[in-house]
């Protein structure tokens, strides 16, 4: 089928940010000291088992972030008129979760349930009526009536060890095969050395988080086409879709806030620390007011008057896709410029220590302009600050978003995001009995990426942080 690609902003700042990871990465590879300090991080086996769970985040986001329009079949007599396309935009995640995101129930169904949570009335095939459980349309459907669920469960799950352990194999020997040209010795030797825990990086403990990442997967392949795994929400929507899709929004509001912030915060902080005098007290003066007012209150109106915008101009977007992402973004850019301050108040302070440095006054004494100053001593030694509060405020940006959602004042309704998922699930609760795997499922996802995320940050902090050894 044709396709017709459709890039969201948010898709392209999400390529742009990959292109300058991969920039920064090739620049810190040249300069020694952010090679050391990258390799010390890398010798933690908590850093990298965390880095390689929000390596998988990053995989699952960017298969999110391809975006495209299908083409819908010609009518009678269209074999020559103009292609014409689905107003509906899907990823290639979605193509991929095509049998979670098109079986749909009627309403709640519990995990690996093959009845309907609630009672139905329904005609019995002797004219009358019961009170019962109605068969859910999907899940479990293959299994007739009575039929135990376990034996299947247990043979559709027989193989999955070995995919995983296969995964895991051909990572060892991707890792392995760089590691024997670079020694001179054979692939087998460099495999055994890292199962050993013998090489340079902690690769022992990425292998073993790809190895349960992998188990994961292959059994939701395996399971998640003839059962709902985490049961479904109020709409009959397959819970483990929903929590699935809404690690790219976690993953836009925690990276492209930070995206959008760092500009002010670098050029006001270096600023105000280095020339002093009314700049500082100007920008002292701008960072105080702003923190003075009620951070909700400040993001809530400014959301609101974005949300009357774009509802009062629905001729700039072609897709309701579209206007969820603008507003996505939009939210991104008043978390960005509403978070700033904490980071411009530390590099103020640590450029007022480094401006009084010898290294920096002979520089200035040599007749060195403030610009080449700024951009050959203050900013390099200031960009260990960065780097660790980045990594930081990423997991405190992923649950900002779950508690502006769930105010309402977050993401579009359409948009799926952790937060859209405790919002529903509050009603859910109220429930007798409690329809509980929605929060749970957003709970766990949300748990992992914020728990790695701020595992790795002080990973990240005791690394670069030069006062620590």
């Known amino acids: 089928m044709n396709i017709l690609p459709v890039p969201l902003l948010t898709d392209c700042l999400i390529f742009l940010l990959a292109l300058a990871a991969v920039a920064l990465a090739v620049q810190a590879a040249r300069h020694t000291p952010s090679r050391e300090a990258w390799r010390r991080l890398g010798q933690r086996p908590v850093a990298m088992a965390c880095a390689t769970i929000l390596l998988v985040f990053a995989a699952i986001g960017f298969l999110d972030s391809l975006h495209y329009r299908e083409q819908l079949p010609p009518g009678p007599g269209d074999q020559a008129a103009k292609a014409v396309y689905s107003s509906e935009v899907l990823s290639v995640l979605d193509a991929l979760l095509t049998p979670l995101r098109v079986q749909t129930e009627k309403t709640y169904s519990a995990p690996f349930a093959r009845v309907l949570f609630q009672r139905e009335m329904l005609e019995l095939p002797d004219g009358g009526q019961a009170w019962v459980y109605p068969r859910l349309a999907h899940g479990a459907s293959h299994l007739p009536d009575g039929a135990a669920m376990l034996p299947d469960l247990a043979r559709r799950l027989l193989w999955t060890p070995l995919a995983a352990l296969l995964v895991t194999a051909a990572a060892l020997l991707a890792l392995a095969a760089p590691a024997a040209r670079i020694r001179g010795g054979g692939v087998l030797d460099a495999a055994r050395s890292i199962l050993a825990g013998r090489s340079t990086l902690a690769w022992r403990a990425a292998l073993l988080v790809t190895f349960l990442a992998a188990l994961c997967i292959a059994a939701g392949v395996a399971l998640a086409p003839f059962y709902h795994?985490?049961?479904?929400?109020?709409?009959?929507?397959?819970?483990?879709?929903?929590?699935?899709?809404?690690?790219?929004?976690?993953?836009?509001?925690?990276?492209?806030?930070?995206l959008i912030m760092l500009p002010f915060a670098i050029a006001l902080g270096i600023a105000a620390g280095y020339l002093g005098g009314w700049v500082d007290d100007a920008i002292q003066y701008a960072y105080t007011v702003l923190n003075s007012i009620p951070s909700v209150l400040l993001i809530a109106a400014s959301v609101l008057m974005m949300q009357v915008m774009i509802d009062s101009n629905p001729q700039w977007f072609d897709t309701a896709a579209q206007r969820s992402d603008a507003r996505l973004l939009a939210l991104c850019a008043i978390l960005g410029i509403t978070s700033w301050t904490s980071l411009c108040r530390l590099l103020r302070g640590e450029t007022l220590k480094l401006r009084e440095l010898d290294y920096v006054q002979a520089a200035r004494a040599f007749g060195a302009s403030t610009a080449a100053i700024l951009r050959r001593h203050i900013l390099p030694n200031v960009m260990h600050i960065v780097l660790i509060t980045v990594v930081l405020d990423f997991s405190s940006l992923v649950l900002a978003e779950a508690v502006l959602s769930y105010?309402?004042?977050?993401?579009?309704?359409?948009?799926?995001?952790?937060?859209?998922?405790?919002?529903?699930?509050?009603?859910?609760?109220?429930?007798?009995?409690?329809?509980?795997?929605?929060?749970?499922?957003?709970?766990?996802?949300?748990?992992?990426?914020?728990?790695?995320?701020?595992l790795l940050a002080d990973a990240v902090r005791d690394a670069f942080d030069p006062r620590r050894g």
């Open 407 to 454: 105010v309402g004042i977050g993401v579009d309704p359409t948009t799926i995001s952790f937060g859209t998922m405790i919002n529903m699930a509050r009603a859910e609760l109220a429930r007798e009995p409690v329809v509980w795997w929605s929060l749970a499922s957003a709970f766990v996802f949300m748990l992992v990426l914020v728990l790695a995320a701020n």
């Open 229 to 258: 795994v985490l049961g479904t929400d109020k709409v009959g929507q397959d819970v483990l879709y929903l929590s699935l899709k809404s690690i790219r929004t976690g993953l836009v509001i925690g990276t492209l806030t930070t």
